[in-house]
């Protein structure tokens, strides 16, 4: 007894009662079951007897003042009637005593202060309990099965060859600490609004053991790749401290809740049905978006300090897994796991507080009644016809979480992959490795590199040195430079910032109502190549190759864009790089020379069928090599979009990654590339190469002609001058004719061409040494008859060595190649002028000249003969009818063949005589030809001269010139020229040409290996009367000097009389 009257009186009562209960408890134990049994019951069977026997105690009372339009009070339902009347409520108890007596008997279990340590009882009454009874720990909850679990099998066979399966799973769940309750605490408490209840708690206020979560997490990657992989992995977040605020609103109906059937009381969506839902549209959404909800969430907050992350291997095959717990305690140090999870943690109160969760919960309000028993309109198989909520817009806050986390989750990865790779033992790789293992199949012949023919090798030599070469830098960026980066500012192909602009048209990245687009991506350093070194054939089916630049700049556009506020939208630029680069590709290439000579040219017209139809003439390709060392990494970066707190929080982020493994990046890149890449890349085209690549067909261009104005110009550029202006060919002709006119027939700031920088220049003085010379030692005989025998003479031999071409690099104006005609689309218009400026283009060749016998005749004359042009144009429009079938249907394997290549201009129909019929076009010829040389200069000096008039010709040369008959010869040979190659004799051979040509084709269908003409010999040609007169002069000419030569070689012979 305490506090009774006087601590004493307390203390007197207190002790007799402890004394007889001492004398007489047995005795009173001993007597309880008799007293129970005889007392207790009989007087509680008597009360119920009287209780039911009176007829008013077995009537249920109803309450009739529920109002179907009302709402419940809850300030009256949860609360005692004076508590009620303090918040503002009726305090009349109008929905009983029932539900406010709960609520306190449960507060005042779960929130009242436990006397053991100060904190909410909710820990030791019910959380601590349940948890033992769950886990045989007080606080922890573990769930040791699968909670998800899925194997994937990648069902496409190319991407089947770098992984089989994917398989995921979580499993293991552990929540460790969920006793730390602590106050402030609030359950279901009043406010002065009818319809509110707030709710807070606090978590591990007072707790030295942060609540903390485990989850098992399996990744499994299976297959014959090097992306295989087998990790299982704890992934633990604790959260030392926390609070969590929710006011929730809620309307519920007043007859609905009253007459709510018990029942029911299991029912999720009856009480549902007590909230009365705002009216829907047939998509789920509002009306009125301004009408009340029947129960929302009107604050809801939630703030955690001191957040982290963890990973512990279980078991894992990919060595980078075990360093992540390393890198998370970096990031954590240095603040960045706390900004994530405070994003995050924003995220998750802006997108529960948002559209989606309301309107969920709208539909939910909806469908209600049709799934409750009681209601009229209820359907026993009822399916909601609403899909799930349109997801939200997002804030600006959240677009910036998903980059700060995207960046975060990529430079994690990263860390991971290159801890991965530097641990891997690799070793040098042997560009050749698959050419010693290759068997050559028995059933196919395999193209060997090292005997290509030689024009390709040639053709192939000059483009790498076109490439590799430095030139002079057209762009004026440098003096200069080597020649692809020169060719690249030169083309357009770079912006005026040099950089490749790749356009995606807005490609959508996410549709939500904030919709997120890639409008391009910029790659900047293409023009910074250091060295070259391409298409090195190493062996018969092995090419290496080489490179380095100075950098690599990608930066991507992305466009957000509200569709609410167009207004608001707003252009986010990413961009990282790589510095110093060298980069070595090694590749095996097996070409099956059958299917490559078959492969028809139609594959041209359309790009979209040029990769395909190369790639299925291939018998295998292997990446033997892919080495690719970085100098520098320059770190990622994002602007335009975010806020400078989030541009701060990247920028700390992306240096603490670099600053702690920034040397780990670099020394994984090239054991990255040369393990992972290239054979993740060997087994894709393995796999697309035993499906098969097909080549389709393209459609046939309308016309039986190549119409070379739609061929070679820009669709609307063709349709001015007459043609269809459809681009039926495809795009290839233009792109290579703008290519060759810009890059070779245009004209650089001192109008001239830059064909001779660009092209002439690099070739020539890499063959001689001297830029524009061309010089061939090699000796080619013209004659070499022996054992002659005849008149005394034994021998004659002609020869021409020392072959040399200076001053090429003078092509001039007028030069032009393959332009089209306006209103003919079968002619070209063709004109080519060298030896322009002030030096003359010139060739020179020595000549030896033997006779051995008889004293008589027996000479050796060993010359130097020279011709200097300047300024020497020719200009030709031909005619050209190109077969639209013969082209489409035209194999690669004849590209090289003349007389196949011939074939594609459809021979006219000859008489007997070998002439064209009449009424029948020509398909190849010269239309108009004009030539013209500004002046020439010919000369033949001796060497070594045996005949003594030889020496004389130089001054004999020199005389005609003094006369002005080199002048009239030049004036008279052009118009001479020109009369021969548009004469009939000229058509006619030309005509006989082209139909040898088909018939000597083994692939033309008019193919006859017996073909062999015996037309008669063309008539001479029908020249004009100026160049009968040409030849007569040149006759005379040649008839004078030989006789100047022959006199001055017989004056020198000394004789003695004869003696007739």
Known sequence: LIGFISVGLDRIISTAVDALFGMYEPVVKKALPNIFQLLVTDWVNTFLDDFMSDPSNKECPYSSGANSDAFIDLRDMMAPPNKAFAAGG???????????????????????????????????????????????????????????????????????????????????????????????????????????????????????????????????????????????????????????????????????????????????????????????????????????????????????????????????????????????????????????????????????????????????????????????????????????????????????????????ATEVLAVVAAESHVSFNTEDSDPLSKQSSFNLPQDKPIVDFTSIPPLIDLILGALKKLVSKEVKDASGLKDRDIGLNSLLRRTGLLNDDRSLVIPFDDM???????????????????????????????????????????????????????????????VMTVSFGLENIQLTLGLFLAVDETLMKELELQFLLDIGHILP??????????????????????????????????????????????????????????????????????????????????????????????????????????????????????????MLKSLLDQELLSLDSNGIPVINDRVIEPLTEDQSGIKGDLNFETNLNLVDASDLNFAGIEKIVAQISNLKFENLNTFGTPLLLLDPVPLNGHLLDNGITIGAGNEPMRTSVGLVFEIEGDSMFAMRNQMDIRLDLNTASVLGVILAKISVDGFMNFPLGDILTPECLLSLFPYPKLDEEGLRLQGVSPSLAIEQLAIDIASWGFNVACTSCSTAGMNDLPEIFNTLKEAGATDALKTRMMPLVTD???????????????????????????????????????????????????LIFVALALVETVAVVVAQSHLSVEVSESDP
């Open 90 to 408: 009726s305090g009349a108890a109008p929905y009983g005593d029932v539900v406010y007596s709960l609520v306190g008997i449960l507060r005042k279990q779960l929130i009242s202060v436990d006397s053991e340590d100060g904190s909410p009882t909710i820990n030791s009454i019910l959380v601590d309990p349940m948890t033992k009874a769950q886990s045989g720990v007080e606080g922890t909850v573990k769930f040791s099965s699968e909670l998800i679990y899925f194997v994937k099998e990648v069902t496409d066979n190319i991407w089947s060859s770098v992984v089989e399966n994917f398989e995921f799973g979580l499993s293991d769940v552990l929540v460790e600490n969920i006793d730390t309750f602590s106050f402030p605490m609030a359950l279901m408490e009043l406010t002065k609004d009818p319809y509110n209840l707030h709710n807070y708690a606090y978590m591990g206020k007072n707790s030295p053991q942060p609540l903390t979560g485990t989850v098992r997490m399996m990744i499994g990657l299976d297959g014959d790749s090097p992306l295989s992989m087998q990790n299982k992995m704890d992934v633990s977040v604790k959260m030392p401290t926390g609070q969590v605020v929710a006011k929730l609103f809620a309307k519920i109906s007043e007859t609905r809740f009253l007459d709510f059937p018990l029942k029911n009381l299991m029912n999720l969506s009856c009480w549902l049905a007590t909230l009365p839902a705002p009216e829907m549209d047939q998509t789920g959404r509002r009306v009125d978006d301004s009408a009340n909800a029947g129960v929302a969430l009107e604050q809801f907050l939630m703030a955690f300090t001191g957040m982290s992350i963890d990973f512990q291997c279980v078991t894992c095959s990919s060595q980078g897994i075990w360093k992540v717990s390393n890198v998370l305690m970096t990031l954590q140090t240095a603040g960045m796991t706390e900004d994530f999870f405070a994003r995050l943690t924003n995220f998750a109160v802006d997108f529960i507080q948002g559209d989606w969760v309301q309107s969920f919960v709208d539909q939910s309000l909806a469908d209600a009644p049709k799934s409750c028993p009681h209601y009229d309109v209820y359907e026993e198989n009822f399916v909601s016809p609403y899909g799930l909520p349109e997801f939200p817009a997002l804030s600006r806050d959240d677009i910036e979480f998903f980059l700060f986390s995207g960046l975060m």
């Open 980 to 1030: 021969f190659l548009e004469s009939d004799y000229m058509q006619t051979s030309i005509d006989r040409m082209l139909e040898t040509s088909a018939k000597s084709c083994q692939n033309h269908d008019e193919y006859d290996e017996q073909f062999s003409p015996s037309y008669p010999m063309p008539g001479l040609p029908s020249l004009s009367l100026n160049s009968a007169e040409t």
């Open 508 to 570: 959508a990245l996410i549709f939500l109502e904030t919709e997120v687009f890639l409008k391009e991506v910029r790659i900047q350093g293409l023009d910074t190549f250091t060295s070259i070194n391409v298409v090195d054939i190493i062996g018969p089916q092995t090419i290496l190759n080489e490179v380095a630049l100075e950098r690599l700049q990608i930066e991507a556009d992305i466009l957000i864009q509200d569709s609410t506020a167009p207004e608001n939208d707003e």
């Open 613 to 734: 139809c190369i790639m299925s003439i291939f018998h295998a390709i292997e990446m033997t090599e892919f080495s690719m060392t970085v100098g520098n990494i320059v770190r990622p970066t994002i602007s335009g979009f975010v806020s400078s707190e989030v541009s701060n929080s990247i920028s700390k982020l992306t240096d603490t990654i670099f600053d702690n493994y920034g040397p780990v990046m670099l020394e994984s890149i090239p054991i990255l590339t040369d393990v992972t890449i290239k054979g993740v890349f060997n087994n894709m085209i393995e796999a697309y190469i035993k499906e098969g690549f097909v080549c389709p067909e393209s459609e046939t261009p309308p016309g039986q002609f190549f119409d070379f104005r739609d061929f070679f110009l820009p669709p609307t550029e063709a349709k001015e001058i007459g043609a269809l202006g459809t681009s039926p060919y495809g795009p290839i002709g233009d």
